[in-house]
């Protein structure tokens, strides 16, 4: 009689792995992944809230998207390659007898990197459409002369920190009085790998 063949189960054995922060966030811990290869967690993608990054529970309606760009030395490297506020947030600020001014727009930044910026004003009173139009129009033309003054990075630092932020409201509130001006989302346009 002849033996039965019996297959080897190969197990391989999976490992932690930290994933650090870029250089704008100090290189924090921002958490681990269960990997057989840490090489193979390159190119993934993760979005953490920015409470659980800087330890401040008052940003947690702040979400940033990373993405996992090499490992060096038993840790994950990451890039920011977005920020967004949550729905909830934004819901939040709009409040009866206020008007939303938003728009979603392509720019170029000073290091020729493509972004999605979704900007977002909100009026302390109700506005008419041709005063919604004049303010689209200042927000727009914001928005053009300082992102292609920043590259990618600075961008970023501006809009993690606030300051982008506040100068364009600054810049807005010459129109009317405003209960808010943020920038809803703003995502880095990946190139597409032709396979």
């Not at 529970?57 to 060096?72: C, D, E, G, Y």
């Not at 909830?88 to 939303?100: D, E, G, L, P, Q």
């Amino acid at each position: 009689m002849a033996k039965k063949k019996v297959a080897k189960v190969v197990v391989k054995k999976k490992r932690w792995v930290t994933v650090l922060a870029p250089k704008l966030f100090n290189e924090r811990d921002i958490g681990e992944m269960h990997v057989e290869d840490p090489q193979s967690a390159v190119g993934r993608k993760l979005t953490v809230s920015m409470a659980t990054i800087t330890g401040e529970p008052r940003k947690q309606n702040t979400m940033v998207k990373f993405l996992i760009s090499r490992f060096a030395g038993e840790k994950l490297m990451t890039e920011i390659i977005g920020y967004r506020l949550n729905t909830a947030a934004t819901k939040r600020m709009i409040r009866r007898n206020r008007s939303k001014i938003d728009d979603s727009i392509v720019y170029k930044t000073a290091d020729e990197k493509k972004v999605r910026v979704k900007p977002m004003i909100i009026t302390r009173n109700k506005m008419q459409s041709g005063a919604k139009g004049e303010i689209r129009r200042l927000m727009k033309d914001f928005l053009a002369k300082n992102i292609v003054k920043l590259n990618y990075e600075q961008l970023m630092r501006e809009i993690v920190l606030g300051k982008f932020q506040k100068a364009m409201h600054e810049t807005v509130k010459k129109l009317c009085p405003l209960a808010g001006s943020e920038i809803k989302n703003i995502e880095l346009i990946m190139p597409k790998k032709i396979s």
